[in-house]
């Protein structure tokens, strides 16, 4: 079961990043210019300073934490994105056909990981994606940041798996 393709992908953009960092600042000087007597007025300016900031704060960690692995082994096609999925085998055996694209994220609605009328997407950051549409008639794409490398591999193991099915 050796790996012939392994991709880690996460929310990188800067963009994103310079969001965040722009949505902190409100709240940092808003907490910051708070100067209330002792008093139950004083609670409220707590809660009205750290609700904010432990919102933007889980919403960091949330970024930092989703990862997509993607890897591609003799079994099939390995997805692992976390926390939204975990550990989904896509089976060779169970792929009719398969193609590296170009996308839109209007076509999913987003990056993340999205069930729409066009499939159910895997994506991160990017506009390329490896389409599968499975046996049952579901669509899949999960993005990649190697289009070139992963067309390659997936042309590789189809071949190998028809020459064994041929045998």
């Not at 100067?35 to 432990?54: C, D, G, H, K, N």
């Not at 082994?73 to 926390?83: A, E, R």
């Not at 989904?88 to 999205?114: A, C, N």
């Amino acid at each position: 079961m050796s790996s012939k393709f392994k991709e880690v992908q996460s929310f990188s953009q800067w963009w994103l990043w310079i969001s965040l960092i722009a949505l902190f600042i409100p709240i940092y000087r808003s907490g910051a210019s708070m100067s209330l007597p002792e008093s139950w007025y004083r609670m409220l300016a707590e809660i009205v300073t750290y609700v904010p900031f432990y919102i933007w704060l889980a919403l960091v960690v949330f970024f930092v934490v989703i990862k997509l692995r993607t890897e591609i082994n003799d079994n099939g096609i390995y997805v692992d994105f976390k926390p939204f999925l975990w550990n989904k085998t896509y089976r060779f055996e169970d792929i009719h056909t398969y193609k590296v694209v170009k996308y839109s994220i209007l076509d999913y609605g987003g990056w993340g990981m999205r069930i729409s009328s066009a499939g159910i997407a895997y994506t991160t950051k990017g506009k390329y994606g490896l389409k599968i549409a499975l046996k049952n008639g579901s669509q899949i794409l999960i993005g990649t940041q190697r289009p070139e490398e992963l067309s390659k591999i997936m042309d590789e193991f189809l071949k190998s798996k028809k020459a064994d099915e041929s045998r």
